[in-house]
């Protein structure tokens, strides 16, 4: 069975870099989601267009995923068009207001009716000299306690809290993944996976009443995301092996790993991981 990683940012079309990614993913059976989208600031990413012409030459091992801008305004259309193009997912990061502003729901509500899902980034974000122009992006915007009412909106709606709102918004980020059904987390980035040991992610997903569960269903509520870049492709060996040495630790059944791993992202987007 392969992996499927859902956070991989596509911050460089040179072929060399990209067939180094590549190489890397089928070295070790891994399918990408690959994010772009442009970025206020010095540091862009590639567009979504490039990143599906990317995708395309590389058909076994990226998955196009296409940024959302929610600005001070926010198109559905959008959500479509880029649905039509054969994007499997969408990303959103830095929104203008929060993210469960009125503004935002009709976005949320065409993810919805597509079917596809959406990865969320949640907590910590460096600060850099483009944030005095546009005076953003602010952590409070991007607050896991925004997701809630777009959980309980969007009910068939696949939500991923990218970094499980960093260890700012750790404790409160780990009960609403438990509390929404829809709602899901990634450990990727921010020192997540190099940073959470065992007994805390544990101790995060045992459920609010009893402190043991035999059947470690929340852990079902993970999902892969390494956080890397086309630039640093090694991160994706890096958070796989960091993710699977903490289920072992913890002693997670096998079939709980393999739906971390990929089996969830991969059936929403109806990609199989066989080999
Ligand atoms: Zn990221």
């Given at each position: 069975m392969k992996y499927f990683d859902f956070h991989v940012?596509?911050?460089?079309?040179k072929k060399e870099e990209l067939d180094i990614l590549a190489k890397t993913a089928r070295e070790s059976s891994t399918i990408c989601g690959l994010i772009g989208g442009l970025r206020y600031g010095?540091?862009?990413?590639?567009?979504?267009?490039?990143?599906?012409?990317?995708?395309?030459?590389?058909?076994?091992?990226f998955v196009p995923?296409?940024?959302?801008?929610?600005w001070e305004t926010a198109d559905p259309a959008e959500v479509y068009h880029y649905a039509e193009l054969g994007f499997k997912g969408f990303k959103c990061i830095y929104p203008w207001y929060e993210y469960d502003h009125d503004i935002y729901m009709p976005v949320y509500e065409a993810a919805e009716k597509c079917g596809l899902p959406l990865l969320f980034h949640t907590g910590n974000y460096r600060p850099s000299d483009s944030d005095r122009i546009y005076r953003r992006p602010m952590l409070k915007n991007m607050n896991p306690i925004t997701l809630d009412r777009i959980a309980r909106s969007f009910q068939d709606l696949k939500i991923?809290?990218?970094?499980?709102?960093?260890?700012?918004?750790?404790?409160?980020?780990?009960?609403?993944?438990?509390m929404h059904k829809n709602l899901y987390a990634d450990l990727?980035?921010?020192?997540?996976?190099?940073?959470?040991?065992?007994?805390?992610?544990?101790?995060?997903?045992?459920?609010?009443?009893?402190?043991?569960?035999?059947s470690m269903g929340n852990f079902r509520k993970l999902v892969l995301g390494s956080d890397a870049y086309v630039?640093?492709?090694?991160?994706?060996?890096?958070?796989?092996?960091?993710?699977?040495?903490?289920?072992?630790?913890?002693g997670l059944p096998q079939d709980i790993i393999d739906d971390?791993?990929?089996?969830?992202?991969?059936?929403?987007m109806g990609i199989s991981l066989e080999d």
């Open positions: 940012h596509c911050d460089s079309s010095e540091c862009d990413f590639e567009t979504n267009e490039t990143v599906l012409e990317i995708c395309k030459k590389y058909p076994d091992c995923i296409a940024k959302l801008d929610l991923v809290m990218a970094h499980m709102g960093t260890r700012i918004f750790q404790d409160e980020a780990s009960q609403y993944i438990k990727g980035g921010c020192g997540q996976w190099k940073r959470i040991q065992p007994y805390e992610l544990a101790e995060l997903l045992s459920p609010e009443i009893s402190v043991i569960d035999h630039t640093w492709p090694h991160l994706i060996n890096e958070g796989r092996k960091h993710y699977l040495a903490m289920f072992d630790r913890i971390v791993m990929g089996k969830t992202v991969a059936g929403w």
